[in-house]
């Protein structure tokens, strides 16, 4: 059995029908592990969300910003940007049953036999993964009783420094901005949002990569992440890094993460927005 992590699809169905003939992918035999965003901005979100949902146990996928969006659109809590290619899912006859199994995804996914944990865009430097891993459940059980309740609470940069006394809504909007957000912290361990650019573009602004924090407390397993087109594949003996841009014109990126030092596989991708750094 072959385990793969995929980067970002974003509605990029037929590069990711292409990456899975490239890997070989057998779902009676092998594993994928997407690191979230399956939908938004590319052309067949509808198909994608088909397609992965159909794997059934062959796929284990963690929520996007872009997965909780269609999911806040559909709950009446959000509304349709410009940019969005989300129609086709909310006109879908499936649709109710798609939503359900989206829904139903988690913020977090670990697996101690492989030494890796998935998540969509970054962890807090004060958190340990016993706190990640509660507060990521803490929102996946108010996503699961109350999804508008939890959407109409959840926009926001604030609070954007961990409190263990963080109670309600502000707890659960720090939570889902570190899973879906994150990409860098300040010198004082706040998460700082609108920062998108690659690390060489930011550095001037005194500001660090999430996962270069040097006394992070959730430090242990790899973390194998999406959601930094600018960043790129990145591969060290702390983070495996798989969002390569595939909606923007780049490669939709897999990398077969049992027994090793992970093996990259990506395809090339056809640009089905200006590039960005979303």
Known sequence: MAVFAIGDVQGCDQELGALLDALDFRPARDRLWFVGDLVNRGPDSLAVLRRVRDLGDAATVVLGNHDLHLLAVAAGAG??????????????????????????????HEDESLGYCMLHAGLAPQWDLDTARRCAREFEHALQRDPRALFDGMYGDRPDRWDEGLRGADRLRFTVNCFTRLRYVDGAGRLVLRAKQAPEHERSRALIPWFEWPDARWQGPRIVFGHWSTLGYLANARVLALDTGC???GRLTAARIDGGDPRAVSVACAQARLPAAD
């Open 79 to 108: 509304r349709m940007r410009g940019d969005d290619t989300l129609d086709e899912i909310m006109r879908a006859p499936d649709r109710e049953e798609l939503l359900a199994w989206l829904l139903a995804r988690p913020l977090l």
């Open 247 to 249: 909606v923007w014109g």
